[in-house]
């Protein structure tokens, strides 16, 4: 893998920035599960906590997508950073106070939900105003890969400083997302767009466009669709604790094999990148993801269990990487942050959703029964996308990045109409 992309300042800037936050977040998600179910012991309430998160997001980032376009995206992102952090001391807050109900902890995550759906339109376009167009494949790959070494990292750490209290993980968390907020301040991005216009018009142009290219509606909705039935997230502390029977160090290790499987898959995709077959590798890589749901969820082994999750992670990576080179590659950089956060409502329902779907069945079918059927449910919706989009079921390779459109002349009004607009 070429690490030449790093010699942009900017963009290794922001790089060690996003790991550090991902590293936060993910050690913050361990605690928040590990703590709420040993409260109430009601796996509702670990649906919860994705729903927390979920509706502040959904109502905000499409308006956060205009956000990303009007305004400097750095900003944007360092305010996020900064919301995240204040998240992070509440929480440290509320269990030095000596917590005895979760609905305090839904609050601080919904304030984290927040920040998400300013922070996800903002970082996906950002990227391109980081480094040059020839290098956005390099910089994505190598993004990719550090992502995924701090979701790794993430839930492992989190697990073992848990053993020394709750405490102990928000402390930390909240250093980390300040530190990331200091290195984002020298950042400077070579965003060149005009600012959005306002209106609901506007907030709503990355729909408009997303609904115009099938090859991109297709992709982030079979994403959408694979990984809210079949995302078993939200139940894995039912499944450390009363199917594979290990304690919080276990659960660390659970979170981090779906990334252990990305984080391999995208080394392998720098070196040997998808350039032909397109569609078929996104459609093979959700049919992975939806075999080894089903295995994870009859599996009663830790290595099994294990190895499941990091198969799901394979298949989920290749998904991720087609859909994420396919919205920026096609997008102009003047509607890139609308899109992007069209993009992120799918990313955060097929996540935050699907974690309430999963905790929600989960309390109906049983917890073995629910891991199994959504399983079986992606299976199902890889087949009928197969159909819906032939376009994107024969598409072969990637589309040239698009070209940024001129900036529109500005109208001259007519000399006589000039008193009248000064009024």
Known sequence: ?????????????????????????????????????????????LGLIGLAQFAPFLLLVLSAGQVADRYDRRVVVNLCFGLQTAVALLLLAFTRSGLAVVWPVFAALALAGCARAFMMPASQAIVMNLVPVERFGQATALS???????????????????????????????????????????????????????????????????RSRPVVLGAISLDLFAVLF???????????????????????????????????????LAFRPITR??????????????????????????????????????????????RHLLVQLETPDAIRGRVSSVNAVFIGASNELGEFESGLTAGWFGLVPSVVLGGLATLGVAIAWMALFPVLRRMNGFPAPAAVPPPAPTPVAAPAALPQAAK
């Not at 767009?193 to 709503?204: D, E, N």
């Open 277 to 322: 077959h397109v569609g078929r590798w996104m459609f093979g890589g959700v049919a992975l993801f939806g075999v080894a749901t089903v295995v994870f969820g009859l599996s009663t082994h830790l290595a099994l269990s294990v190895a499941a999750l990091a198969l799901t992670g394979v298949g989920d990576m290749v998904s991720v990487y087609i």
């Open 144 to 210: 990719s890969s550090s992502f995924h070494v701090a979701v790794i990292a993430g839930p492992v750490l989190g697990g073992l400083l848990y053993l020394a209290g709750p405490q102990v993980v928000y402390a930390l968390v909240a250093v980390l997302f300040a530190a990331a907020g200091l290195l984002m301040l020298p950042v400077r991005t070579r965003q060149t767009t005009q600012r959005a216009p306002t209106g609901g018009r506007s907030i709503l142009e990355g729909f408009r466009f997303v």
């Open 230 to 268: 079949g995302g078993a997230v939200a139940l894995l502390p039912v499944y450390a604790r009363d199917v594979l029977h290990v304690g919080p160090t276990g659960l660390g290790l659970l979170r981090t094999a779906p990334a252990l499987g990305a984080a391999c898959t995208s080394i392998v």
């Open 1 to 45: 893998m070429s690490l030449s992309v790093l010699r942009h300042r900017d963009f290794s800037l922001y790089l060690a920035a996003r790991v550090l936050s991902t590293l936060a977040a993910q050690m913050m998600n361990v605690a928040v599960g590990w703590q709420v179910y040993a409260l109430t012991g009601s796996v509702t309430d």
